[in-house]
């Protein structure tokens, strides 16, 4: 059993109370409908970052698997059912793709918790069902897909029409795995597409399970293909691909960048990316000081830190910075570090040994550079990679604690004077993927909201997400949109049609 301790770390964190049953089905990709191996026989280790160890073996995709994959969903699009079926029927079958998830939440909980360090608790409370949410929201506007009559202003008669994009390439990101799989699936189902989805190499084994499911469904084969595999190899495959359509990627703005080159130099395919953020909380001095701690230490600490719009620049307006400083630190040793299984932990381990160091070496960088540690900075735990939750103040704008996307428990604390500080040291940024603000004051929230270059702002919350809110971002955050019926958009074409009118009796 593992002891919780009040400083936010544990002293066992090796063996939860409990761990549900997890056979590992499915390790092999999906291609055509079947579960194959790669092409080169190659396979490699998915790791438990709970305690640094393999959980299984998956097959490693490459260039040949990749063109295989997209050879399937090509044949699926040209000559398939799926997207000349009426909107309706695609929904029907969407819909009990959202059953079936429903029927295996343990199970699916349990693979992310295993494979991506998440709170079980909250995979089978929050993720899983919302996954199958995302599901039925975008199979309600499938049989809704429609264009437009045009006035025109001479003698024709014009309409448009959507039409599916054609084949997407869909790259997820490792933090959320079940939830951003579905965030692209879903509106691409809808709209009539196929697809080739390359999970995160850390995190392929709900990915997998999402397909064997799909099969189950009744999506026809060659739809939804998953090609596990690292980035340099199936990830630049599936963006520099002559067949491949479109292009949705989730993850850093480096590799982002790499993304739109590939697309650009081959068959300029369309892309839309949600990309890197080093998002702002706005404290004001009117705030109530315990929802402002709490929305801080949510903002930052959830999902240990591993949140493209983490809260992790909090600016606190001078008159109430010292006193919210006190209560932050107080409730920081709420934010229990320990075991995912364990109900009792509020933090989970990083992801791989790979992102613990890298949040690590951040931390040492904000000792170097001066700044001030309010609590936390140690790796808290001997085995797996678990960090306490950190906290910095005496930060300036040019620490790389400030300036850099960390994706670990680790907050900058800084004060602003005016309503325009606060503001100007929000927008000194390159990204703009998202912002809180926290006021009692309606001119203040509309103000500061209206003046913030970023693509959600949430007052008096956070992480305040809903299938119909778009979302994605400004500046070196990416663009495109993904939710809502913005998010179903960009999976369609708009094509005109065009008639001329005779003799009509009006123009």
Request: glycine residues 10%; contains cysteine; proline residues 5%.
């Amino acid at each position: 059993m593992a002891k919780h301790s009040s400083n936010g770390s544990s002293d066992d964190l090796t063996f939860p109370l409990e761990i549900p049953p997890a056979k590992i089905r499915f390790t092999k990709l999906f291609i055509g409908g079947e579960f194959v191996d790669s092409v080169s026989g190659k396979t490699f280790e998915t790791i438990d970052p709970r305690t640094g160890e393999a959980i299984a073996s998956v097959s490693e995709g490459d260039k040949e698997d990749i063109d295989l994959a997209v050879g399937a969903a090509r044949r699926a699009f040209d000559h398939g059912p799926w997207p000349r079926l009426p909107g309706a029927a695609r929904a029907k079958i969407m819909h009990k793709f959202a059953d079936l998830i429903d029927q295996h939440i343990e199970e699916l909980a349990t693979l992310d918790t295993l494979n991506a360090g998440k709170l079980f608790s909250w995979g089978k409370a929050v993720d899983i069902p919302s996954v199958a949410n995302t599901l039925r929201y975008f199979a309600g506007a499938a049989d809704k897909i429609h264009g437009q009559v045009l006035k025109m202003s001479r003698e024709l008669h014009a309409y448009t029409l959507l039409e599916p994009i054609g084949v997407v390439g869909l790259i997820i990101p490792w933090n959320f795995p079940s939830t951003m799989f579905f965030v692209k699936v879903s509106p691409a189902l809808a709209a009539g597409c196929t697809m080739v989805v390359k999970p995160a190499e850390q995190t392929p084994l709900s990915a997998l399970f999402y397909a064997h499911l799909a099969k189950e469904a009744g999506i026809p084969d060659g739809v939804i293909n998953v090609v596990n595999g690292f980035g340099p190899t199936a990830g630049a495959a599936l963006t520099s691909h002559m067949n491949v359509d479109k292009v949705s990627f989730t993850g850093s703005t480096e590799v982002g960048r790499k993304v739109m080159q590939a697309a650009a130099a081959s068959n300029l395919k369309t892309v839309s990316l949600e990309l890197g953020g080093k998002s702002p909380l706005l404290i004001f001095d009117d705030a109530d000081i315990d929802q402002a701690a709490d929305l801080a230490l949510l903002g930052v600490m959830h999902n240990k830190g591993e949140v493209c719009v983490a809260g992790s620049r909090v600016l606190v307006q001078e008159a109430i910075y010292d006193e919210f400083v006190k209560t932050l630190v107080e409730k920081a040793k709420e934010w229990v570090v320990g075991d995912p299984f364990h109900p009792n932990s509020r933090v989970g381990p990083q992801v791989d040994k790979k992102q613990y160091e890298k949040v690590m070496s951040y931390i040492e960088h904000g000792k170097r550079e001066g700044a001030t540690l309010l609590t936390g900075g140690k790796p808290a735990a001997k085995k797996g990679y678990y960090i306490e939750p950190t906290v910095f103040t005496d930060v300036t704008d040019d620490m790389m604690i400030v300036k850099d996307e960390i994706f670990g428990p680790v907050m900058v604390l800084m004060k602003f004077k005016t309503m325009e500080d606060g503001i100007r040291a929000a927008n000194n940024t390159r990204y703009g993927l998202a912002a809180g603000i926290v006021t009692k004051s309606l001119d203040t929230a509309n103000t500061v909201s209206r003046s913030i270059r970023a693509g959600v702002i949430w007052i008096n919350c956070y992480f305040a997400f809903d299938n119909d809110c778009p979302f994605g971002g400004y500046k070196s955050s990416g663009f495109g949109r993904d939710e809502g019926m913005v998010g179903l958009q960009k999976y369609l074409q708009v094509k005109s049609v065009v008639t001329p009118l005779y003799n009509s009796p009006w123009q």
